[in-house]
């Protein structure tokens, strides 16, 4: 019998890991990646990864670690998987640093540590403000290692299109489409790790790239693997708003001492500078002492949001409010945070050592995902993996900042054995399954894009997606009520329709962006509707997910995994119950 | 719109064994070139210089200096190792890096990236006035030249001209080639290193192009300033 | 700039690699603190060309849009940079738009960089380690040595140093000051060290360190501001030592 073949979809932090643990394992990866791996989204994580080692004396332990995950997710996790990643995380570490990472280090050469929110202790590791590029860098000179020695080939810029499943339901490889050529092919292979990332695009603007539209996750959904929790969303609180994208400020710049702050008078038109300290609000500073600037995600997004837009206080009378590092030495701050205070530089034209930044909270995280069994990644359908951003599994109703490179690390280091254990007790292999199912699929997703190609219309797909995004921005991010979730449903619904007459300016199949682009959005817009359709149904308040009308989280109904299944075009949800079993669910509040 | 990134591969490769580069001869010879541009080159034109200055003093001592060059022992196989074939070789071999290149200039126009271009051309116009020098000094002479055959060459406005800008172009490709060879055996890595060697390397270029001149307007206008050396 | 203006943007097109070439100029609706990539979008909204001729949306390289991830290098008014931090109102106009010229074209602005990661293979840029496993902690490293090693990690094989360099181009074999820089990244690691020698070899192979000519162009390019004229001569110093000490010594 020949070898398995094992595809993963996704070149970022998750599928880099789970490759080289495959091919650690002596099997051949086909490595499927919209852009080259080295370009991955993860690319721009910047403040850390966490890691309970305990080096700064504070007692910090991975039971602490594992405590605060679960607390800043509002309990909605699975809680003996969480509790696995803490553990793993120090381990996790030093493999990073033996890799090479450049992680800043102590006066005596050791790891340094920072603080983030969501927690009282240094437990985040750092290289400068660009952690994630150096993550992934790290990976892909481990990748590109296996490449060289033949155990690893990879497709980059080819974009994954569905999975090749058999008359059994069981998953035989992937089809994908050259974003090049246009050539659409389909390839067989054992098991499918997905590691696709996030769906930002479907909210416009965020903070994610251009690849994190959740296309993958979208069209398998629709091939019958389920999706859990697709309503917890994290929105970021600090990002510079762009025409492009919103660019995040890490928090990492509040975990050094940054302060966040508007001023008391309304439209205060004076240089923050020179506004005195009598005169500044610093907001979460007086609202949760204890935590100050450092609270989770959805604690200061909404806190944002509240001061902006109930109090009206934002900078300048807009939906704005001050990043401040301009009391910190200068030298620390380059050090430490150099990359993201460039990039604030950069695109703003000032220099954030001299002037307050503005900042403004920006779709960033998606705690949900497919769904995924408690121990090895696997999703309900034989033969196909999930890992990284893409699952839903550790991060609950929130996700706690620097959490989420490591949920990609060890989520690629289950869910690469895992798939090998898969493949290797496989009966019969995918070489040896009928070619008439690959071609049957190859089929499928070829008329879909003539289709495309071929339909009449007046629809722009770049106006589709700006609706799609200003809708869901609007209706499916902090604040969110029944009513407007519906609206948005409708909106989107609409959209679905007029999806059908997009007339492609462009009919080329050679290095035609727009038809691949176009191609995804069918698929955004059924997560889209998907997410606002599980936002309508969780009547609560539970971490990033705020109902003003539910405001209190309700266990007794709610603590539950919504599941979706996609059946006949339609949405089917069930409502899972939670593993709690090691920590029991308390009140979450960070005001002491 | 957004827009991925476009990848590489367009019809995947069955994955493949990638070994390290092997080192190149090309090494060797890129070196070599590098290396004969100070020794011997860069070391001959310091002699030469040095003994025309005698030029300054008086003729007499040019003229001495002159013979005692010309009657060295093993005088052709010395020439030959340590002048003709090094610069035959840095000179051939610069053409053929110099057409390696592609100067874009007129696009980045950097001050490193016009020294990199004027290094080119100067070395062009250095190789020109040296073979001509060599010719009309060693070989029309047969090798007996005199302060009166350089004297009566710098007489012609034309020739003097060349002269000028032949000194001149030897002088910046000398002293740039010194800051390119610290540059490229490694002798300088650091960015304030660079910089000293950069000013070191220019002042002995400018050095060179002073002492020429002074060389050349000796013959010209019988300007002998040691001239009290001797008395 | 006051709102109501327009921006003109002149883009050198071809729909594929054995196509010619052609400039078409569109306009763009001026906005506050937009950057090329934002022009690029509006154009795909709207593909109409400036004199209102029907044409196909522009083809073009980005992700993260915020200078990480290297995707988005093009010449914009003849300097090679990445477009996402181009912001509009620092360009002049009309805005030439036109792709790297070292690389193979795919599309419109899209080439193909691909060569840049295949000589990272064949030059080792790893540090190779023994496995995944948990085998206890990597290395100790002075806060000094990281601070060298984290100017150089950063580095996002955008290409616009080999864009810009004079002795990269298809006469030449020349690997370019990004991939010295990672020679010299990994030599510098404790581990990646005990590997010097073998990359030092590489790094004398056809189109190695030699055909560095010191035009210092890179360094004025970099993105990322990692300093690549020192990583050159770094490289110099390193691979000439081993090739001494091996001829001598070995």
């Known amino acids: 019998m020949s070898e398995t073949r094992i595809q993963l979809i996704g070149g970022g932090l998750a599928g880099l890991m789970a490759a080289i643990r495959v091919a650690e394992l002596g099997h051949p990866v086909d490595l499927f990646s919209v852009v080259p791996v080295r370009r991955s989204h993860s690319v721009c994580a910047q403040g850390g990864i966490n890691a309970a080692k305990n080096l700064k004396g504070e007692g910090d332990s991975t039971w602490q670690h594992f405590d605060d995950t679960v607390y800043g997710g509002d309990f909605l996790q699975n809680q003996p998987l969480v509790k696995g990643m803490c553990e793993a995380a120090p381990g996790i570490i030093d493999l990073l640093d033996r890799m090479g990472v450049t992680f800043n280090r102590t006066a005596e050469g050791l790891l340094d540590f920072r603080r983030f929110g969501g927690t009282l202790y240094h437990r985040t590791a750092f290289a400068g403000a660009t952690t994630g590029q150096q993550l992934l860098y790290a990976l892909d000179e481990q990748v590109r290692r296996y490449e060289a020695e033949g155990r690893i080939r990879k497709l980059e810029g080819w974009m994954f299109l569905s999975a090749v499943l058999d008359d059994a339901g069981v998953s035989r490889g992937v089809c994908a489409v050259s974003l090049r050529s246009g050539e659409i092919r389909a390839f067989p292979g054992d098991a499918t790790i997905v590691a696709t990332g996030g769906i930002g695009s479907i909210f416009g603007q965020s903070t994610n790239s251009v690849a994190c539209t959740g296309s993958a996750q979208s069209a398998l959904f629709q091939q019958g693997v389920h999706y859990a929790n697709a309503e917890m969303i994290q929105v970021h609180p600090t990002a510079i708003p762009g025409e492009d994208k919103c660019r995040l400020i890490s928090e990492s710049v509040r975990g050094e001492g940054g302060r966040v702050w508007v001023p008391k008078t309304p439209h205060d038109a004076r240089d923050p500078r020179t506004i005195p300290e009598a005169e500044r609000f610093y907001f979460l500073e007086e609202w949760y002492p204890k935590y100050g600037n450092l609270v989770p995600r959805d604690v200061a997004t909404r806190a944002i949001h509240k001061v902006v837009h109930e109090e009206g206080l934002g900078v300048d009378g807009k939906a704005m409010v001050y990043l401040d590092v301009t009391h910190l030495p200068r030298e620390m701050l380059m050090r430490k945070l150099g990359g993201v205070l460039e990039i604030y530089e950069k695109f703003v034209g000032l220099d954030p050592c001299e002037h307050p930044m503005k900042v403004f909270p920006a779709q960033h995280y998606t705690m949900g995902g497919l769904w995924v069994d408690n121990e090895t990644q696997a999703t309900n359908v034989p033969g196909i993996y999930a890992a990284g951003e893409c699952d839903y599994q550790y991060h609950g109703a929130n996700r706690l900042g620097a959490n989420s490179l490591l949920s990609c690390l060890y989520g690629g280091m289950l869910a690469g054995p895992a798939a090998v254990r898969y493949a290797r007790n496989l009966t019969v292999s995918a070489e040896a399954t009928p070619a008439s199912v690959f071609a049957r699929e190859q089929k499928r997703q070829e008329e879909i894009y003539d289709r495309l190609r071929n339909q009449e219309g007046n629809e722009s797909p770049i106006r589709i997606w700006r609706e799609m995004g200003e809708t869901m921005t609007r209706h499916v991010t902090v604040t969110r009520y029944n009513k407007d979730l519906a609206a948005a449903d409708a909106k989107l619904a609409e959209l679905q329709e007029r999806y059908r007459s997009i007339n492609l300016a462009d009919r080329a199949r050679w290095g035609n962006q727009s038809l691949h682009f176009t191609r995804e959005l069918g698929n955004m817009l059924v997560l889209a509707r998907l997410v606002s359709q599980s936002a309508i149904l969780r009547d609560e308040s539970r971490g990033a997910h705020y109902k003003p009308e539910f405001p209190d989280r309700d266990d007794e109904r709610w603590l539950r995994t919504i599941r979706a299944r996609y059946e006949g075009g339609k949405f089917q949800f069930e409502f899972d119950p939670v593993d709690t079993s090691l920590i029991p669910p308390r009140k979450r509040s960070y005001k002491s | ?231 | 700039m006051a709102e109501g203006k327009t921006i003109v943007l002149k883009i050198k097109r071809r729909a594929g690699p054995a196509e010619p070439a052609r400039w078409e100029e569109f306009a763009v609706a001026w906005r506050p603190n937009l950057n090329v990539i934002a022009c690029l979008i509006a154009i795909a909204e709207n593909p109409v060309t400036r004199d209102g001729r029907n044409t196909t949306p522009v083809s073009y390289e980005s992700n993260c849009l915020e200078e990480v991830c290297g995707a988005c290098a093009m010449v914009i008014n003849s300097r090679s940079r990445q477009a996402c931090s181009a912001l509009v109102d620092q360009l002049e106009q009309p805005i030439r738009l036109e792709p790297m010229s070292k690389f193979p074209i795919v599309r419109d602005l899209v080439v193909d960089r691909s060569r840049m990661f295949e000589n990272a293979k064949r030059l080792r840029c790893w540090v190779p380690i023994d496995g995944t496993y948990a085998i206890g902690p990597g290395p100790r490293v002075a806060p000094e040595r990281q601070e060298v090693a984290y100017a150089l990690s950063r580095c996002m094989f955008c290409g616009n140093c080999l864009e810009v360099c004079p002795k990269v181009n298809e006469n030449s074999d020349f690997v370019g000051a990004a991939l010295l820089n990672q020679v010299r990244l990994f030599n510098a690691h404790p581990t990646g060290r005990m590997h010097a020698h073998e990359r030092l070899q590489a790094v004398r192979g056809i189109g190695g360190v030699q055909d560095c000519d010191n035009a210092q162009n890179c360094v004025k390019a970099c993105p990322k501001n990692i300093p690549l004229t020192e990583s050159n001569n770094d490289v110099n110093r390193q691979a000439l030592l081993d090739a001494i000490l091996g001829w001598m010594l070995r």
């Open chain 2, 1 to 231: 719109m957004p827009v991925k990134a476009v990848a590489t591969a367009e019809v995947p490769p069955e994955a493949t064994v990638v070994p390290a580069a092997k080192p190149d001869r090309s090494y060797f010879w890129d070196k070599l070139h590098s290396l004969t541009g100070i020794i011997p080159i860069g070391a001959f034109l310091a002699e030469h210089f040095w003994s025309n200055s005698y030029a300054l003093v008086s003729v007499d001592r040019y003229n001495q200096a002159s013979y005692d060059l010309q009657t060295i022992p093993w005088r052709v196989p010395v020439e030959a190792l340590m002048i003709w074939i090094p610069l035959l070789y840095h000179g051939f071999y610069g053409i053929y890096i110099w057409s390696k290149g592609k100067s874009n200039v007129t696009r980045y126009d950097y001050g490193a990236n016009w020294m990199y271009v004027l290094q080119r051309w100067t070395g062009l116009v250095a190789f020109v006035f040296i073979g001509w020098h060599v010719y009309l000094e060693r070989f029309l002479t047969q090798g007996k030249s005199d302060y009166f055959d350089v004297s009566a060459t710098l007489a012609n406005p034309l020739f003097l001209g060349f002269y000028v800008v032949g000194i001149l172009a030897v002088s910046y490709h000398f002293g740039n080639g010194l800051w390119q060879f610290a540059n490229k055996w490694g002798l300088v890595v650091g960015r304030g290193a660079q910089r000293k060697a950069a000013w070191a390397a220019g002042t002995i270029g400018v050095l060179f192009a002073l002492v020429g001149l002074a060389i050349v307007f000796s013959f010209v206008f019988q300007w002998h300033p040691f001239q009290f050396y001797a008395q």
